[in-house]
């Protein structure tokens, strides 16, 4: 019965990798049907060539922007690309005036009209707020969906609004599509909504829903905006200044949502800086502001009133863009280096087997198993990552992977090393199978952890071009963990209650004689040989380790049975000090 239980829950473990094995093919498959994942890999702009588009930014005077503004330009299509799921994008500046967008792929049209817009910032009154929810419990207790919008539904106000504020923009549609509206789904794009007609859009992390009025500014109006500290308060706010056309109309909107606020109608007091159809800040208005110059309060800290403050300064840049050309650009020195990279990532793994079965024998073949098992995952995970988060494999990325082989190899290592010590140590190789996995994850996972932190600062401090190196080290050091429990452990209970690996076959890489072990078994202790003994005797070292192993109760009854004290063992030292 002892026997028996380990190999049962070494059979369900093994049954169990074969099932997440076979879900996450499942998942891909469903991504192929769906025609949004392949069975390769997405590959990076490096390795796979992609689109090359170059915008000239045209500012309203004729004169050149500023880096400043070039930069920021910069950094809001990055966002809209991001945001379309793209990943490995390069955004650079170039020349003073041109911004270079290098994308991996074909790039569709919604994506090249995504680019070339310029961004847009709009001031919209807040006409209602609700959870990014899109069902409600009825009273049977079941979720039912919101109705969606339809051509039977009435779309024309019942009486004529008179301001951005005024509740008779809310028709049956209207409140039909606010319900309904999703802001999980990617395909919402509300930017281009009209600006005279209210606006469904979200938060930037997608937690609040808002139903917005018409819009009552734009960026334009938006000459500056600086973070800065309160002086009464000390709390970080961001600071407004407005033109003469915006400080007009700014005053008219305060004075009205600050009635709201007064009346206690809330969230009709707030007004809503949209930037690309989401809503970036909604503050309540507070008092009637004439001066042009409002002050955005709230829990900000030092980093967040700045990105706030450069959104708002450039949300709607003096900036429009020409698109000077459109190309796409061949990946050949990438594919160069791929396969450069993949003829290494041979070479070390014909190494790493070469060695493995040199020093471990048959166990050799276990690791090679477990590193074709963790090929496998890594695989699959890679190409669902490239359907559901935009993850493109890199050159970088390519790099990290072949580094990880080594990495594997060592966890198996150190397990063995353990296993091999507790046979020294006189103990059966299913005994020496259990206590060297106890010994030896204890290791592991402290060492896989220090890979683990240091490919995650590494991905949030190195450049753009270094994150894929950091992201696949990091992946395959948790797969690589996951492997060692769920394949490799119970494999080994297994093949420890093989005739060939269990009686210690010289080949196995498991042989207590050939390991200088204390014991044949359990019972019988085995004599130390001294040197004169030919060329069977163990060497005078290996005498020596294992005297150093046995205990004091194992020493006495060594020289019991020789009828001499052990040549390796250490002199017993006495209560009063002496030898």
Not at 161 to 167: A, I, K, V
Not at 187 to 198: H, M, S, V
Request: net charge negative; glycine share 10%.
């Amino acid at each position: 019965m002892a026997s028996t239980s380990p190999t049962r829950h070494a059979w369900r473990v093994l049954l169990g990798l074969l099932i997440v094995t076979a879900v996450l093919f499942s998942i891909n498959a469903v991504g192929v049907f769906l025609g949004k994942s392949s069975w390769a890999p997405e590959l990076a702009l490096d390795l796979q060539g992609g689109t090359q588009i170059i915008l000239s930014a045209q500012t309203a005077d004729g004169s050149d922007p500023t880096q400043e503004q070039l930069d920021q330009a910069a950094a809001i299509i990055r966002q809209r690309v991001d945001a379309s799921g793209v990943g490995e994008t390069d955004i650079t500046t170039e020349g003073g005036r041109n911004i270079v967008v290098q994308i991996p792929g074909v790039a569709d049209d919604e994506t090249r009209q995504r680019i070339a817009q310029s961004a847009q910032l709009e001031l919209r009154p807040v006409l209602a707020t609700t959870d990014p929810a899109t069902e409600f419990v009825g009273e049977d207790g079941k979720s039912t969906p919101y109705p969606t919008p339809n051509e039977t539904m009435n779309a024309t106000p019942t009486a004529t609004p008179t301001n951005g504020s005024d509740l008779s923009w809310v028709t049956e549609k209207l409140q039909a599509a606010f319900l309904s509206y999703d802001c999980a789904n990617p395909e919402n794009d509300p930017a281009t909504a009209p600006k005279d007609e209210p606006l469904v859009a979200c938060s930037v992390d997608g937690t609040v829903k808002y139903l917005l009025g018409p819009t009552a500014l734009t960026g334009t109006a938006i000459t500056d905006a600086q973070a800065g500290r309160d002086p009464q308060s000390g709390q970080w706010i961001v600071q407004l200044e407005m033109d003469d056309k915006g400080t007009k109309a700014f005053a008219d909107v305060s004075q009205r949502l600050n009635e709201f606020r007064i009346q206690n109608q809330s969230p009709r007091d707030q007004f809503a800086f949209v930037l690309d159809g989401k809503v970036i800040s909604a503050p309540q208005m507070q008092a009637v502001i004439a001066n042009g110059k409002p002050s955005i309060s709230g829990s900000f800290t030092q980093e967040t009133s700045k990105v706030l403050a450069d959104q708002l300064r450039y949300g709607a840049l003096p900036l429009s863009f020409k698109v000077e050309s459109n190309q796409s650009i061949s990946a050949t020195l990438g594919s160069q280096q791929l396969q450069i990279g993949l003829i290494t990532g041979l070479i070390g793994l014909g190494l790493v087997a070469i060695y493995s079965l040199l020093s471990y024998r048959a166990l050799g073949w276990v690791i090679m198993a477990s590193i074709g098992v963790m090929g496998v995952l890594t695989y699959i995970i890679i190409c669902i990552l490239g359907w559901r988060m935009g993850f493109r494999l890199s050159l970088a990325g390519v790099a990290g992977l072949i580094v990880s082989i080594g990495f594997t190899a060592d966890s198996f290592i150190v397990y063995f090393e353990r296993i091999r010590d507790e046979l020294r140590d006189g103990k059966s190789i299913t005994g020496a199978v259990e206590d060297g996995w106890s010994r030896a994850k204890r290791t592991i996972y402290i060492s896989k952890s220090i890979n683990i932190l240091a490919a995650v600062v590494l991905y949030i401090l190195a450049d753009a071009t270094v994150k894929g190196f950091a992201f696949t080290l990091g992946l395959t050091t948790l797969i690589d963990v996951f492997i060692f429990v769920i394949f490799t452990h119970p494999v080994m209970q297994l093949l420890a209650r093989t005739k060939f690996f269990g009686g210690g076959h010289p080949l196995s890489g498991l042989n207590p004689e050939e390991l200088g072990a204390v014991y044949h078994d359990r019972t019988e202790f085995r004599q130390v040989q001294t040197a004169s003994s030919g060329k069977a005797a163990r060497t005078k070292a290996s005498r020596g380790e294992a005297g150093r192993r046995q205990t004091i109760a194992e020493r006495k009854r060594a020289e019991a049975l020789t009828g001499a004290p052990d040549a390796g063992a250490p002199a017993e030292s006495g209560k009063d000090g002496e030898a």
